[in-house]
């Protein structure tokens, strides 16, 4: 088991609302895999009457400080959706603006993932991006290896019925045997093979809909939506997130079904 070590010294401002957030956050309680559909750019855009690719420059500052608050709180784990396969169907213009905020990221940001000790990662369909793009990836993905803090990863040309499609290609390439093929063996040909399921799924700008993410992976997920939008999104409603996901009483498996530690705990107590 990985042991992460909180790094939340000047994290909030004293007296901040932050402040006051992050004093509530039960620390040792906090979810190994946390996802967020990033939603609500063209949106933010829109209310400012400005071109729909404000809203995408906009959001790079909400990924930089999610990106970069999850790991000093101590997450193992963080996937944000960044790029879908269906947005392949946005204007030209609009799919170049995103390609070019995403190399200017990597080119910016890889400092702070090295500062922050962070696992760079890419999921999806990486083979539909330009060459460049591959390689930029590649680079930062080869350079941040060696990090032993949370493993960020970037959902790009990601969909999740395409990434079971992936697995189940996977498995009858390798010729295993219908009868060896279980959830542990399906599970291990995902994009996100080895790592925990996510515990915590955020939905930013209110919409009450999955997306075609991680379609596997959330079966047990909480589910935490927000009306803020993406570009608005701030170590503020990450924290909220948290807190609204330590208030539930997780449960597994079906109706009813407790989470096993915290049954456990009540027979105990």
């Known amino acids: 088991m990985v042991f992460i070590v909180a790094d939340i010294e000047s994290l909030a401002a004293p007296g901040s609302e932050e402040d006051r957030l992050l004093r509530q956050v039960d620390l040792a309680r906090l979810p190994r895999h946390v996802a967020v559909i990033m939603d609500g750019n063209g949106r933010w855009a829109r209310r400012r009457h400005l071109p729909r690719v404000a809203g995408h420059h906009a959001g790079i500052a909400s990924v930089r400080e999610t990106v970069e608050s999850a790991a000093r709180l101590g997450l193992e784990v963080l996937t944000l959706y960044a790029f879908s396969q269906e947005n392949w169907k946005r204007p030209r213009a ?3 603006v995103l390609m070019d905020l995403l190399q ?3 080119r910016k940001e ?3 993932l090295q500062e ?3 696992r760079f990662s890419v999921i999806g369909r990486t083979g539909d991006l330009q060459p460049q793009i591959q390689d930029e990836l590649r ?3 080869d350079d941040t290896a060696a990090n032993g803090g949370m493993r960020f990863n970037i959902a790009l040309s990601y969909g999740g019925r395409a990434e079971i499609v992936d697995a ?3 498995i009858v390439a390798a010729g295993v045997p219908p009868e060896s093929v279980d959830e542990e063996a399906f599970a291990s040909r ?3 093979a080895g790592q925990p399921d996510p515990d915590l799924l955020i939905r930013t700008s209110g919409e009450m809909r999955v997306s075609n993410f991680l379609l596997w992976q959330i079966a047990y997920a909480e589910i935490h939506v927000t009306a803020t ?3 608005d999104f701030r170590l503020r409603h990450l924290l909220e997130a948290l807190l609204d996901y330590q208030r539930r009483e997780r449960r597994y498996g079906g109706i009813g079904a407790q989470d096993p530690s915290s049954a456990a705990a009540a027979a105990r107590g």
């Open 229 to 231: 939008l993406w570009p």
């Open 168 to 170: 189940c290609r996977a």
């Open 116 to 118: 922050n000790r962070i």
């Open 139 to 141: 680079k930062a993905v």
């Open 190 to 192: 995902l994009y996100t």
């Open 94 to 96: 609009e799919v170049g």
């Open 110 to 112: 890889l400092r702070t």
């Open 104 to 106: 200017e990221y990597l």
